[in-house]
């Protein structure tokens, strides 16, 4: 799902159900403060607290996933946005792939979405939370380097590898730096996915995230 979608869907649920926060906490063995959280969008579920709400609540499962199947409808149309099964890494493996071995594997309905979007899978744990291991991230082409609107998140590829990174300004303006918004993980004390000053030059292909669609949690 769309970042925060799951949040907003939960919290209909239990509000079109006039269920309150007290009940779910009750019911779910969560604390009142961390459902309340969820409810408002400002942290998203684990996988373990949403196993036990969905435990609690049945309904809450297909209310969430009637939703998700809609998102993700997969239609013939050729104004759709097709869905690639090209992994692009977001960890410390990156990917090679045989461009023979690419296909499209379905169409993503998106209005307003730029003509030449397309959707690609994400394997990894570098971009977490933003991105996370099978994630499907839209993005569009960027065709210029020198348009880069730094901070925001870019499928990038460059030598052999295809990834997907947050984009940052380097001090060497012929440079770029890659950064990994998991700066949890850690080796020792440092950081598990560092981050990489490459040359502009050796990008060559670039496209914006412009959609994060979630893998359901269940």
Known sequence: MVIGKLNRKIDAFFTEHGISSYKVSKESGLSEPTINRYRKGESNPTDKNLSKLLKAFPDLENYILNDYERE????????????????????????YSNPEDVKIIGYLNIPGAHKESIAIPAYGHSMYPTIANGDWAVSRPISDPTEIVWGEVYYIEWSDYKMYKRLLASDNLDEVILWSDNQLDKIGDRPKYA????????????RLVTEILKKPNY
């Open 195 to 206: 981050a990489l000053s490459i040359k502009k030059e050796k990008i060559r292909k670039l």
């Open 72 to 95: 993700l409808k997969i239609t013939n149309q050729t104004n759709q946005i097709p869905m690639y099964n090209l992994p692009a890494a977001a960890g410390e493996v990156e990917v």
